[in-house]
């Protein structure tokens, strides 16, 4: 079991920076997601950590050891990729017991180690298959099952989901997040996927463009995003933005866009006291935009003008997508809403929850206003 430290790590290739500064203290047997889109630096990052990518400059300790100079095959992980990786030629018991062999593991040892990884896995009935003979989601379990053999102190997971269909991808995720609770080692997770994030994570590192952005549990990151980045990168479908300004009316603060204006309820008021008259970005997620015949009570629900763009109904809720002037939004609605594209609906904004964001520091990534 290991904790893994980033102290104020760089990657660089050539002039290109893939990390810039990368600070990041991951707890014994926690199980961390690293998060961002294509081309952040989190696999860089995940490379960086398993000696597969050399750090341009500071240090990557494992168990408070620095590892900088210490080859990848002496850092104790075991890391599953995006590709299975496995041998065609090779039983899966073979796959599965490769990296012992090589480490000249007694052959009984590596048999009772094979055996249990695969019960663990429920593949052992597997092990003499050959892996063309195997599902997707079963080649991905003996990818996994090898990393176990070799009982690490640090799993790495670049990706490995990516290759299964939806259904196989949610069956082997929950699979993954009971085998961390059951090895209760340190997990980190490389995903593009906010979904895979928020549902396995301990905590999440949330990265873009070589920056860590935030770090912080699932539903805090969700609650509470320092920024437009990960306000909009945390949740399914993503928060809508509109570019307004906060205008005081009486003692009332309201938020104007434009094609509408929000009342903020009072006891809300005052971090925002200091913007009015000022350019802000207003946030809130769909499923605080609520058809009014069937929005929750006691909110301080603030009506909305739009106009239906399109209806997608998912069987459990519908997403509207709406238009209000040159604003256009998702809604996330009650399945027994019967809103007609192209009219024209009053929808409610649960002003309970929504957010601000100042441009004035960072136009690209406005920060949160708390």
Known sequence: MASVTYDHVWKKFGDFTAISDFNLD???????????????GKTTALRCLAGLEEVTEGRVMIADQIVNDVAPKDRDIAMVFQSY???????????MAFGLK????????????VQVAAEILGIEKLLNRKPRELSGG???????????????????????????????RVQTRAEIS???????????YVTHDQVEAMTMATRIAVMNKGVLQQLGTPQNLYDRPDNMFVAGFIGSPA??????????????????????????????????????????????????????????????????????????????????????????????????????VDSTVKLVFNMDNFHIFDPSVDAENPTAVR
């Open 26 to 40: 991951i707890e014994d047997k926690e199980f961390l997601v690293l998060v961002g889109p294509s081309g952040c």
């Open 239 to 340: 928060m809508n933005f509109f570019p307004a300004h906060i205008r005081k009316d009486g003692n009332a603060l309201y938020v104007d866009s434009g094609d509408f204006a929000v009342k903020i309820p009072d006891e809300r008021s005052a971090p925002y006291q200091s913007f009015v008259g000022k350019e802000v970005f207003f946030g809130i997620r769909p499923e605080n935009i609520h058809n009014p015949e069937f929005a929750p009570p006691g909110i301080h629900a603030a009506p909305v003008e739009s106009k239906v763009d399109v209806t997608e109904l998912m069987g459990n809720e519908i997403f509207l997508n709406m238009v209000s002037g040159k604003n256009s939004y998702v809604a996330r609605v009650d399945p027994r809403t019967r809103f007609q």
């Open 102 to 113: 090589l480490r000249k593991v007694p052959k009984e040892k590596i048999k009772q180690q």
């Open 138 to 168: 079963q080649r991905q379990r003996v990818a996994v099952g090898r990393a176990i053999v070799r009982e690490p102190k640090v799993f790495l997971f670049d990706e490995p989901l990516s290759n299964l269909d939806a259904k196989l």
């Open 178 to 188: 009971k085998l961390h609770q059951r090895l209760q080692t340190t997990f980190i």
């Open 85 to 95: 990786a496995l041998y065609p030629h090779m039983s899966v018991f073979d796959n």
